[in-house]
């Protein structure tokens, strides 16, 4: 039974109620990125009824912008040692991958300090170890995913390249590499001459770590539209609305929505920036904040590379895609409310012209937000107070990395659908 809501109008009559949603849904998904969109997808294909909400178009933001990379080597936190005692010099350096937007830095001081502490060894450590067991089986899950979505075509197996241009990099990089063994991540340490063999387009580097495993997408964009499409084919329905409150219920929850509300079953939040209001209103307070990323496209009919390399002296990426070569990176913090940095841009236009010095002008550029907790462990579970509310947010660098793998959590927190419902089958993609 849907909730009856009232209000009294100026003039002291009774006001009419505001429209309420004609059916009640089973599970409402808050954010249409490549994790809301994953979650409905495998949620429908369980047999859940499913609406997912989003004002903007699914897939944009984050999912569509980032660096296309299945990531499953990236088992080291952002959140350091290594880049505490080095935060004053890369502050203020000119190319520093690291950016703070000192406007922005009063409101950020909570996150901040956190951000500190998951720096500490035994933190980053616990992180890492945390990061590592949830990306193990990332690449084969997106492979299964792309072969439901019909989109192997858009997936390219060839690996990855972190590519050290100094010598003192490449000793540096060392104990990274011991590190990432020791949490099951299969790397090869390149020779200049093995990364020459492999891309003879790169200008002589100091050496190389080699990630086999690694997947990327030849257009993030595509793949978001595929994603979205299999949603719509499997019943879901994806709404462009806003959510502007959640409010738990003994059973389930009720979304307030522009002018009307919904019951729903269950929820899950996966709104970005969003996600930590609607988190409070469940009763869980979660440090999120936004690190801002960056791209730059350049338009060409040959790839320079054959798979994505990334700079271990700038922070960023550079990404063969369908017809361009996107350069994508830098962690900006300082909010959402501050309008892009130029200069964040050109930091990246100029290490991409370090490797390659004829590029022409980029042909278009783009900045957006990944939500991002101090840990950079993404928050993935119930609320604790209502368990009708699941939470899958903060996936920071490794949204897309980690989209099927949130995805399957999200179902098994879920459970089995309202009864009566009959449940498709989920064919090839893991759970």
């Known amino acids: 039974m849907q909730p009856a809501i009232s209000g009294a109008g100026q003039d002291g009559n009774q006001a009419a109620p505001p429209r309420v949603a004609n059916r009640q849904a089973g599970v409402a998904i808050i954010g249409a990125g490549v994790i809301g969109l994953c979650c409905a997808l495998r949620l429908a294909q369980d047999g859940h009824d499913v609406v997912l909400f989003d004002p903007a ?36 350096a000119a190319d520093s991958p690291l950016g703070l937007r000192w406007r922005g830095l009063g409101r950020m001081l909570p996150w901040l300090a956190l951000f500190g502490w998951n720096c500490l060894p035994h933190r980053s450590r616990a992180n890492a170890a945390a990061l ?88 993030p964009g595509a793949m978001m539209a595929r994603l979205a499409t299999a949603c719509r084919t499997a019943g879901v329905r994806i709404l462009s609305e806003r959510v502007t409150g959640l409010e738990p219920l003994p059973a389930g929850a009720r979304l307030h929505l522009s002018g009307r509300h919904m019951a729903v079953a269950q929820v899950v939040i996966a709104a970005g920036a969003q996600s930590a209001q609607l988190a409070r209103q469940a009763g869980e307070r979660v440090l999120l904040d936004t690190e801002r990323g960056y791209h730059l496209e350049f338009d060409m009919a040959q790839p320079l590379l054959s798979r994505p390399v990334a700079s271990a002296m700038g922070g960023f990426y550079m990404v063969p895609m369908q017809g361009r070569l996107r350069v994508a990176g830098t ?101």
Request: hydrophobic share 50%; charged share 20%; with cysteine.
């Open 132 to 219: 590592a067991a949830l990306l193990v089986d990332s690449a084969p899950r997106w492979q299964a995913l792309a072969r439901r979505l019909g989109a192997a075509d858009l997936l390219r197996a060839t690996g990855c390249l972190y590519a050290m241009e100094t010598a003192a990099l490449h000793a540096a990089g060392a104990g990274d590499a011991v590190f990432r063994r020791r949490l099951g991540v299969a790397l090869r340490d390149l020779t200049p001459a093995e990364v020459a063999a492999l891309e003879p387009g790169l200008p002589p580097v100091a050496g190389a770590h080699f990630f086999a495993s690694a997947l990327h997408l030849a257009d």
């Open 57 to 92: 178009a699914p897939g944009s933001g984050a999912s569509f912008g980032n660096a296309g990379t299945v990531a499953d080597y990236a088992v080291l936190p952002v959140a350091n040692p290594g880049l505490l005692r080095e935060l004053p010099r890369i502050l203020f």
């Open 331 to 431: 962690v900006e913090l300082g909010g959402t409310r501050l309008s892009p940095d130029p200069a964040r841009l050109a930091m990246l236009e100029r290490g991409a012209r370090r490797f390659f010095p004829d590029l022409p002008r980029p042909d278009r550029h783009w900045s957006g937000f990944r939500p991002s907790v101090p840990g950079m462990v993404p928050v993935i579970r119930r609320a604790r107070r209502y368990p009708a509310v699941i939470m899958a947010f903060g996936h920071g660098h490794l949204g897309l990395t980690l989209a099927p793998i949130t995805a399957a959590r999200v179902a098994a927190l879920s459970g089995a659908p309202v009864s009566g419902q009959v449940c498709r089958q989920g064919g090839d993609w893991p759970g």
